[in-house]
């Protein structure tokens, strides 16, 4: 799914997501729950600020964003 992702610009120019959008909707990120590297991606584990997990996708190699996985959780106590 494609989306719009605002990040904090450190030393490595795009590097930590701050908020996304997924068409008008923004959704502040609360927490970075987890990264890693793949040869060509970087992958963030989200928590967002609707209380939801995402999964999103950096290309290393066009600079794209995409979202690939979403799950809404029921409450807090769901947060891994």
Not at 5 to 20: D, K, L, N, Q, S
Not at 53 to 59: G, V
């Amino acid at each position: 799914m494609e989306i719009k992702v605002e990040c904090y610009a450190g030393y490595r120019g795009e590097e930590t997501p701050r908020r996304i959008w997924i068409g008008n909707r923004k959704i502040e990120v609360k927490e970075i729950q987890d990264r890693w590297l793949a040869p060509t991606h970087r992958y963030f584990k989200i928590h967002g600020d609707d209380n939801a997990i995402y999964i999103l996708r950096h290309s290393s190699e066009s600079w794209e964003w995409d979202m690939t996985f979403y799950e809404q959780l029921k409450n807090h106590s769901d947060v891994a």
